[in-house]
T-cell receptor, first 110, second 115 residues
Framework: GQQVQQSPTSLVLQEGENAELQCNFS?????MQWFYQRPGGSLVSVFY???GTKQSGRLTSTTVIKERRSSLHISSSQITDSGTYLC????????????FGKGTSLVVHP | GPKVLQIPSHQIIDMGQMVTLNCDPV?????FYWYKQILGQQMEFLVN????????KSKLFKDQFSVERPDGSYFTLKIQPTALEDSAVYFC?????????????FGSGTRLTVL
């Protein structure tokens, strides 16, 4: 079955609203990373966050290993935040082949 | 930040031909990866590579696929012969370490179209 589940599949916001993206794992976690995929396709690492909470500007990531989940919070969304957000996890005992979720497509309107 | 470069950005070839996708990873990185993404679909792991060897490959890494990094130069993905279903964007990634200090850096992808 699908090891990485992302929700929601898509999200439409007005500029200034907050967004909460979720990533749930079906196996024990060794590491996880959030990526932003631009409309043109290139990937940018947003957070490497295997556990705990990390913040960078308007973005906050929280990973709770026991609950096998990670979240990405975007506060005061901007039009330039539009794109697809992917999480990738590496399971415990894996031979480092990070598995991606299907992504959350975010559209921020003015 | 660290950059992974992929050349070319687009490649169009006829079915049955050979194609080589090139990746210039971050200079001091030790682990290398290829992922495949069909338009609008999930990013799928193909293969990882360390110390001159494939560590693990997925079911998508068919017998027609091969990877190498001769003399520390480009990390390449070769497909010979290509098939229609190989059309996708191929992303290369690299990382310094495996394990807790891991961070993957991705290239911008090579869009492969097989006609």
């Amino acid at each position: 079955g699908q090891q990485v589940q992302q929700s929601p599949t898509s999200l439409v916001l007005q500029e200034g609203e907050n967004a909460e993206l979720q990533c749930n794992f079906s196996t024990s976690l060794n590491s996880m990373q959030w990526f932003y995929q631009r409309p043109g396709g290139s990937l940018v690492s947003v957070f490497y966050n295997p556990s705990g909470t990390k913040q960078s500007g308007r973005l906050t990531s929280t990973t709770v290993i026991k609950e096998r989940r990670s979240s990405l919070h975007i506060s005061s969304s901007q039009i330039t935040d539009s794109g697809t957000y992917l999480c990738a996890m590496e399971r415990k005992g894996g031979n480092y082949k990070p598995t991606f979720g299907k992504g959350t497509s975010l559209v921020v309107h003015p | 930040g660290p950059k992974v470069l992929q050349i070319p950005s687009h490649q169009i070839i006829d079915m049955g031909q050979m194609v080589t996708l090139n990746c210039d990873p971050v200079s001091n990185h030790l682990y290398f990866y290829w992922y495949k993404q069909i338009l609008g679909q999930q990013m799928e792991f193909l293969v990882n590579f360390y110390n001159g060897k494939v560590m693990e490959k997925s079911k998508l890494f068919k017998d027609q696929f091969s990877v190498e990094r001769p003399d520390g130069s480009y990390f390449t993905l070769k497909i010979q012969p290509t098939a229609l279903e190989d059309s996708a964007v191929y992303f290369c990634a690299s990382s310094l370490e495996q394990g807790d200090a891991e961070t993957l850096y991705f290239g911008s992808g090579t869009r492969l179209t097989v006609l």
